[in-house]
């Protein structure tokens, strides 16, 4: 079993849709980092949090702590939303990243 | 600011060669992680670099190595490279703080295929 576990794989989307990417991890944490990683590779950091919410622009991320579980929620989604949304978790005594698989985005127009 | 560069973007090895890829991370970052992406094993931790010294190593074989220079570019080598180093490479600049603590930001990748 991986120690960072994403949910779904997956996700197909109608443009202006909600959408939800769960991520729950074993291990205890201090930090969380979202990721999003386009077509071609590069991977641009969304956000990096250790308790509540944080939001940016149609981007809204959550942590409980207590709960070891972490979503990230994309509002009215846009076809340019396509992409590969990785969490990533900063360790309590270590500061080695370790990644969840990924959930494959796909938003129709 | 200049973003974090890799070169070479695209490699062609054989079985059995060595690489060397380049970092160049933002300036004033004195922090370089490196991280090996496949599509079996997704992101992986390779190293972490910071003023000069491997500050964190992952789980990955002796062949893997690198180093960093005073100007905090980053420099990894891959020796007698097998079918399975077939991956893209990336590399993430931070200030030189904790992950916990700080974004990272990520250069486009080399993707490295061997044949």
């Known amino acids: 079993k991986n120690e960072v576990e994403q949910s779904p794989q997956n996700l197909t989307a109608q443009e202006g849709e909600f959408i939800t990417i769960n991520c729950s991890y074993s291990?205890?944490?201090?930090?969380l980092h979202w990721l999003q990683q386009h077509p071609g590779g590069g991977i641009v950091s969304l956000f990096m949090?250790?308790?509540g919410k944080k939001k940016h622009g149609r981007l809204i991320a959550t942590i409980n702590i207590q709960e070891k579980h972490s979503s990230l929620h994309i509002t009215a989604s846009h076809p340019r939303d396509s992409a590969v949304y990785i969490c990533?978790?900063?360790?309590?005594?270590?500061?080695?990243?370790?990644f969840g698989t990924g959930t494959r985005l796909q938003v129709f127009p | 600011k200049a973003g974090v560069t890799q070169t070479p973007r695209y490699l062609i090895k054989t079985r059995g060669q060595q690489v060397t890829l380049s970092c160049s991370p933002i300036?004033?970052?004195?922090?370089v992680s490196w991280y090996q992406q496949t599509p079996g094993q997704g992101l992986q931790f390779l190293f972490e670099?910071?003023?000069?010294?491997?500050?964190n190593k992952g789980n990955f074989p002796g062949r893997f190595s690198g180093r960093q220079f005073s100007n905090s570019r980053s420099e990894m080598n891959v020796s007698t490279l097998e079918l399975g180093d077939s991956a893209l490479y990336l590399c993430?600049?931070?200030?030189?703080?904790?992950?916990?603590?700080?974004?990272?930001?990520f250069g486009p990748g080399t993707r490295l295929l061997v044949l």
């Open positions: 300036s004033g970052h004195r922090s």
């Open positions: 993430a600049s931070s200030l030189g703080g904790s992950k916990r603590r700080e974004t990272q930001y």
């Open positions: 291990v205890g944490i201090s930090a």
């Open positions: 949090l250790s308790s």
């Open positions: 990533a978790a900063a360790g309590v005594n270590t500061d080695k990243l370790i």
């Open positions: 670099y910071f003023s000069e010294t491997q500050r």
